[in-house]
């Protein structure tokens, strides 16, 4: 077993006045039998061709409430926004750059399958300004892609990659997914091993999570298949720890590594409970002080986007017909959200960063809950921050629940 590794390069960034902004692609080939994201497959074609001119009118909506954000991230989701058509990328990060006031560093990220990755099409991405790319590997091994439902091979994992590079690519992270029902460490061990061959600057390994309303919930609770052992994928999260480790990848966050100064800075933005804006059906946002979710279906996203305000632009962002719910959180969940989205981080949480921000510390407004997880050996206070020990990395949500406000008192 690994000793808890030593603190990453990330400091405590002062991004007052900066953004992040997410674009949220719906559409895919098909949908994975293990996805509960908000995807679709099968939409007709005019709703396909409806949504790059619904998002790019979102944008117009926002500019003006956002217009002193320096935007320094942006990242298209999904779905699988890697099947939007070149002249649809550039319609919409045209219009990015024309709404927002983008950094002259800004990191555009973008999600991608391998099946659909054409040498000409990552030419073009890149030529658009997109600067990372996030390949959907989840395994390497045939029988678990077809239990997974993908639709790649793993020869065409290899093949993305080498075009990706071939296109300019330089910042590439491949996710995987480990704890697969069936599999055991060797074969993971394999996957990883060759994935680390293909030397992406970045790596996401999330465990098999069986969410309710998934193809793959369906199956397990009709008993066609075994639930994922979390005993085994305890082992395979410590092996690829020592690993990647081994291979010069730093371990930043509970389920990411790097190669040193790769970190993904969107993803920060969300660990470190900062300002993004959400764009597209069902993205969600934390701007203005408030959380907000767009209408998920595109079809009503589309609608409501092209409505425009419902009353006059100085009524606030509440009245934004694509908009379906949102909330101002109180201090206590302000605090609940930086404390549990911090913990992800390797480097946990800055007790002085947390003082400045709320006026106390962690330990003022958690100390029950930090106590009882100190004494269970799952979270150690260490120069000054407050983070996860080795084994509370593998027990997480353990203690995230502990630190959730209490319903009755919020």
Same mark, same amino acid.
């Given at each position: 077993?690994?000793? $808890?590794?030593?603190?990453?390069?990330?400091?405590?960034?002062?991004?007052?006045?900066?953004?992040?902004?997410?674009?949220?692609?719906?559409?895919?080939?098909?949908?994975?039998?293990?996805?509960?994201?908000?995807?679709?497959?099968?939409?007709?074609?005019?709703?396909?061709?409806?949504?790059? +001119?619904?998002?790019?009118?979102? %944008?117009?909506?926002?500019?003006?409430?956002?217009?002193?954000?320096?935007?320094?991230?942006?990242?298209?989701?999904?779905? /699988?926004?890697?099947? /939007?058509?070149?002249?649809?990328?550039?319609?919409?990060?045209?219009?990015?750059?024309?709404?927002?006031?983008?950094?002259?560093?800004?990191?555009?990220?973008?999600?991608?399958?391998?099946?659909?990755?054409?040498?000409? $099409?990552?030419?073009?991405?890149? @030529?658009?300004?997109?600067?990372?790319?996030?390949?959907?590997?989840?395994?390497?091994?045939?029988?678990?892609?077809?239990?997974?439902?993908?639709?790649?091979?793993?020869?065409?994992?290899?093949?993305?990659? @080498?075009?990706?590079?071939?296109?300019?690519?330089?910042?590439?992270?491949?996710?995987?997914?480990?704890?697969? %029902?069936?599999?055991?460490?060797?074969?993971?061990?394999?996957?990883?091993?060759?994935? !680390?061959?293909?030397?992406?600057?970045?790596?996401?390994?999330?465990?098999?999570?069986?969410?309710?309303?998934?193809?793959?919930?369906?199956?397990?609770?009709?008993?066609?298949?075994?639930?994922?052992?979390?005993?085994?994928?305890?082992?395979?999260?410590?092996?690829?720890?020592?690993?990647?480790?081994?291979?010069?990848?730093?371990?930043?966050? !509970?389920?990411?590594?790097?190669?040193?100064?790769?970190?993904?800075?969107?993803?920060?933005?969300?660990?470190?409970?900062?300002?993004?804006?959400?764009?597209?059906?069902?993205? $969600?946002?934390?701007?203005?002080?408030?959380?907000?979710?767009?209408?998920?279906? +595109?079809?009503?996203?589309?609608?409501?986007?092209?409505?425009?305000?419902?009353?006059?632009?100085?009524?606030?962002?509440?009245?934004?017909?694509?908009?379906?719910?949102?909330?101002?959180?109180?201090?206590?969940?302000?605090?609940?959200?930086?404390?549990?989205?911090?913990?992800?981080?390797?480097?946990?949480?800055?007790?002085?960063?947390?003082?400045?921000?709320?006026? %106390?510390?962690?330990?003022?407004?958690?100390?029950?809950?930090?106590?009882?997880?100190?004494?269970?050996?799952?979270?150690? $206070?260490?120069?000054?921050?407050?983070?996860? /020990?080795?084994?509370?990395?593998?027990?997480?949500?353990?203690?995230?629940?502990?630190?959730?406000?209490?319903?009755?008192?919020?």
């Amino acid at each position: 077993m690994t000793a $808890h590794p030593s603190a990453p390069s990330l400091e405590v960034r002062d991004r007052s006045g900066s953004l992040a902004l997410y674009l949220h692609i719906p559409f895919c080939t098909a949908k994975c039998g293990y996805c509960d994201f908000n995807s679709y497959a099968g939409l007709p074609d005019h709703l396909v061709a409806d949504y790059t +001119p619904a998002l790019m009118h979102e %944008m117009e909506l926002w500019a003006p409430a956002v217009r002193d954000l320096q935007v320094d991230t942006v990242f298209f989701g999904g779905g /699988t926004p890697s099947l /939007t058509s070149l002249d649809d990328m550039s319609a919409i990060t045209s219009a990015i750059r024309a709404h927002f006031n983008i950094s002259e560093r800004v990191e555009w990220s973008l999600e991608a399958n391998p099946t659909e990755l054409t040498r000409e $099409h990552l030419d073009g991405l890149r @030529a658009l300004g997109v600067n990372r790319l996030s390949m959907g590997v989840q395994s390497l091994q045939p029988d678990e892609l077809k239990l997974l439902e993908r639709l790649h091979s793993p020869e065409r994992v290899i093949q993305a990659v @080498a075009d990706a590079r071939a296109a300019g690519f330089d910042n590439v992270n491949l996710d995987l997914i480990f704890g697969i %029902m069936g599999q055991p460490l060797e074969r993971w061990q394999d996957t990883l091993n060759r994935v !680390i061959d293909l030397n992406p600057e970045h790596l996401s390994c999330y465990s098999l999570t069986v969410e309710p309303g998934t193809a793959l919930h369906y199956q397990v609770a009709k008993g066609q298949l075994e639930e994922p052992d979390p005993d085994i994928a305890a082992d395979q999260y410590e092996w690829t720890r020592e690993r990647l480790a081994a291979a010069g990848y730093e371990q930043y966050e !509970i389920s990411n590594w790097a190669k040193p100064g790769r970190e993904c800075q969107h993803n920060l933005v969300y660990w470190h409970a900062e300002p993004y804006l959400g764009l597209g059906a069902g993205a $969600h946002s934390f701007l203005l002080g408030r959380r907000m979710a767009n209408i998920d279906a +595109p079809n009503r996203y589309v609608e409501a986007v092209t409505g425009g305000w419902e009353a006059q632009r100085d009524s606030g962002v509440g009245q934004l017909r694509q908009i379906a719910g949102g909330e101002t959180p109180d201090q206590e969940t302000q605090r609940a959200d930086a404390i549990i989205l911090g913990l992800r981080l390797l480097r946990g949480v800055s007790i002085e960063d947390f003082r400045t921000r709320f006026g %106390m510390s962690p330990d003022d407004a958690f100390g029950p809950a930090i106590a009882k997880h100190e004494r269970l050996g799952l979270l150690e $206070h260490a120069d000054g921050w407050l983070r996860l /020990t080795e084994r509370g990395l593998l027990l997480s949500n353990e203690v995230f629940v502990d630190l959730l406000p209490d319903d009755d008192e919020a």
